[in-house]
């Protein structure tokens, strides 16, 4: 079982800054494809990012693209999530997952979450 561990949320005015990171355990990290999700009360969790094991390919939801950088630092395990220009629509949990196959942008390609960690954007 690979224990994640999300931080950095917090409450952040429109147009601020924030970033997540996530760490991981494990020695294999870096073999891991890993994605970040979020989760807005009332709603589903939805695709935000996702990085691939070497780091050479990243995809982003339409709805932050441009906006939120995904990175990865293998050497310590950690997933970052960089997040600029932040909406009210961007509030949420935000959660990262260990991809384990099948299609990026669902939850059941990913077999191991985080427990969140809460985005406020707010005035």
């Known amino acids: 079982q690979v224990q994640l561990v999300e931080s950095g949320g917090g409450l952040v005015q429109p147009g601020g800054s924030l970033t997540l990171s996530c760490v991981a355990s494990g020695r294999t990290f870096s073999t891991y494809t890993m994605g970040w999700f979020r989760q807005a009360p009332g709603k589903e969790r939805e695709f935000v990012a996702v990085?691939?094991?070497?780091?050479?390919?990243?995809y982003y939801a339409d709805s932050v693209k441009g906006r939120f950088t995904i990175s990865r630092d293998n050497a310590k395990n950690t997933l970052y999530l960089e997040m600029s220009s932040l909406k009210p629509a961007d509030s949420g949990v935000y959660y990262c997952a260990f991809y384990t196959g099948g299609n990026y942008y669902i939850t059941s390609s990913y077999a191991y979450w985080g427990q969140g960690t809460h985005v406020t954007v707010s005035s």
């Open positions: 990085v691939t094991w070497m780091g050479a390919t990243t």
